[in-house]
């Protein structure tokens, strides 16, 4: 139950894109299309953006994207918004009924 | 509207007990499996315990295991996270959480605070 791997830090200028990456294993994101991603502003519970890969749910603008080849997710955040600054965590199923959490990225929006 | 409402945070002393409750509204909350996670003072989020909607597969993260005991109630609309032998590095903000199936988080509550300190 390896935490899965985030880059700790992206940044971008408003309207751009920037891409989050997340590496497991071929037992966590290699081996399951469940990955989900969750954003979190300080102080506040995690949100839902990205699950099963690349499913948005409602009310999630479609500037939000994921993907995933191999071991690693990413997900990708275009026409950056001021309101997207925030703590992003992907999130796998490992088997057995378990769940691993990324180490989570900070999100600037310069 | 869903709603998710932790209660039973607070101080303890390490290798104390503590029970934590998750009330549910808004929801068929038999037919969901659920999750607790939790958020140590400035740290990530760390997936804790699954329940199945009947209570027939349960799961634990090796730091837990042995220790806690994840149960829940139908009828009271409610999840139980029980927590014994706490340490030092279980001070947490302890959040439930609805698995919408499979394997994604769709609501949380607000999170209940764990401090375990002498």
């Known amino acids: 139950q390896s935490a899965l791997t985030q880059p700790r830090s992206v940044s971008g200028s408003p309207g751009q894109s920037v891409t989050i990456s997340c590496t497991g294993t071929?037992?966590?994101?290699?081996?399951?299309?469940?990955v989900s991603w969750y954003q979190q502003h300080p102080g506040k519970a995690p949100k839902l953006m990205i699950y099963?890969?690349?499913q948005r749910p409602s009310g999630v603008p479609d500037r939000f994207s994921g993907s995933k080849s191999g071991n690693t997710a990413s997900l990708t955040i275009s026409g950056l918004q001021a309101e997207d600054e925030a703590d992003y965590y992907c999130c796998s199923y490992a088997g057995s009924y378990t769940l691993v959490f990324g180490g989570g990225t900070k999100l600037t929006v310069l | 509207e869903v709603q998710l409402v932790e209660s039973g945070g607070g101080l303890v002393q390490p290798g104390g007990s503590l029970r934590l409750s998750c009330a549910a509204s808004g929801f068929t909350f038999s037919t969901y499996s659920l999750n607790w996670v939790r958020q140590a003072p400035g740290k990530g989020l760390e997936w804790l315990s699954y329940i199945s909607s009947a209570s027939s597969s349960i799961s634990y993260a090796d730091s837990v295991k042995g220790r806690f005991t994840i149960s829940r109630d139908n009828g009271r609309h409610s999840l139980y996270l029980q927590m014994n032998g706490l340490r030092d590095d279980d001070t947490a903000v302890y959040y439930c959480?609805?698995?919408?199936?499979?394997?994604?988080?769709?609501?949380w509550g607000q999170g209940t605070l764990v401090t375990v300190s002498s």
């Open positions: 099963n890969v690349s």
């Open positions: 071929s037992s966590d994101v290699g081996g399951y299309n469940y």
């Open positions: 959480a609805r698995d919408q199936g499979p394997w994604d988080l769709d609501y």
